[in-house]
């Protein structure tokens, strides 16, 4: 392969993981080694371990190193298909000293890097540990600017804890992982549960150990104004909840509804008697040919027409006055007492009858 073919290769390879390449890689895609060299003697890449490099522009730095590392334990694999199997992903987590440098916690000196694997592993690198362990699912995730697999906080504390690590170093770690909100109080007191004499307390001491932890994750008192802003946010829905439960009670009346719930509001007194006793008797005429009644009826229907009211006729079954009289002839004139409508009210209930639009409980 030409040194442009393969510098394009190794290119395209390395943008989709971080900027590094194994020579497995490579070699699948027809970059052999002597032209990785040739590409590493032209400054196209870099030697980052044995069997890993970096694309020339790609910032080195500690993290990339445990990143190549951590290709060096599957090189055939790209990380993409590591990270997307179930399987392949816990074969080899980012874990202790490594971990926490991940996630920002901590204080320590630098000591190699670390995994935990699935199976027991050696490495012939001398600076790179392998920790066997099986891992649930809740002691390992993704790491969010990384893409590794890397260990809880809650996790990595508990494992610095059994390698020997002193109590105050890990309560620094609790410290720094609750101020930055990287754990929660009841992990961090599960993942150590017994080993309480760690941190001087009596083993089994679940009470002492909770107490410990929860000195670093203290409680956040809300400013005043976030407890109204909450409440005024709520208040609407909580109307709503209270207009719900009440139309699904048979008790409350049309009427009553009708005068709590017209527009999400209520109406002036005076107004809502004079139009509950116009909707129930149906006496005035010209009241019920406004054409805002026609409106009126379908927002009553709407709201009412499910539930239980059998002191009164619906709106449906009242009578309405015409409401073009243009088009009748001057001897032509209708009343409500003459007038009957021939369909058959299918929205009246009767006592003990099931709530039409309702499926029968």
């Known amino acids: 392969m030409k040194g442009a073919e393969a510098a394009e290769t190794v290119g395209d390879l390395a943008s989709q993981q971080w900027g590094l390449v194994t020579t ?27 069997g890993v490099y970096a694309t020339t522009g790609t910032p080195l730095s500690a993290e990339l190193e445990v990143k190549a590392h951590w290709l060096a334990v599957h090189p055939d694999l790209m990380a993409a298909e590591r990270t997307s199997d179930p399987q392949l992903v816990v074969e080899a987590v980012v874990s202790h000293t490594t971990a926490a440098e991940l996630w920002g916690v901590g204080d320590f000196w630098p000591d190699g890097v670390h995994f935990t694997t699935a199976v027991r592993r050696r490495s012939r690198q001398a600076d790179v540990y392998f920790h066997r362990a099986d891992l649930r699912d809740s002691d390992w995730v993704l790491h969010p600017t990384s893409g590794m697999p890397v260990t809880t906080v809650a996790r990595t504390v508990a494992d610095l804890a059994d390698e020997g690590h002193e109590a105050d170093h890990l309560l620094g770690l609790a410290a720094d992982a609750a101020r930055a909100s990287l754990t929660m109080e009841r992990d961090l007191v599960e993942a150590l549960a017994g080993k309480e004499e760690v941190f001087g307390l009596t083993a089994g001491d679940r009470a002492g150990l909770a107490r410990l932890v929860g000195e670093y994750f203290p409680t956040v008192e809300l400013d005043p ?18 207009t719900l439960m009440r139309s699904l009670s048979p008790q409350i009346t049309m009427s009553e509804n009708l005068e709590r719930t017209v527009d999400g509001g209520s109406l002036v007194p005076d107004l809502f008697e004079d139009l509950r006793k116009k909707v129930m008797t149906g006496t005035d005429e010209k009241f019920l040919a406004l054409p805002a009644t026609a409106e009126i009826a379908r927002l009553t229907e709407a709201a009412f027409g499910k539930m239980v009211v059998p002191e009164y006729p619906t709106l449906a079954s009242l009578p ?5 009289e243009e088009s009748a002839g001057p001897n032509d004139q209708e009343t409500p007492e003459n007038h009957q409508d021939p369909r058959p009210d299918h929205r009246r209930v009767e006592k003990g009858s099931e709530t039409p639009g309702k499926e029968p409980e």
């Open 320 to 324: 309405l006055k015409r409401q073009n």
């Open 24 to 50: 497995a890689q490579a070699a699948a895609h027809g970059v052999d080694l002597p032209s990785l060299r040739r590409l590493a003697m032209r400054e196209v890449i870099t030697r980052i371990r044995h």
């Open 225 to 242: 104004r976030i407890y109204e802003e909450i409440d005024k946010a709520m208040r609407p829905i909580r109307e709503q909840i209270d």
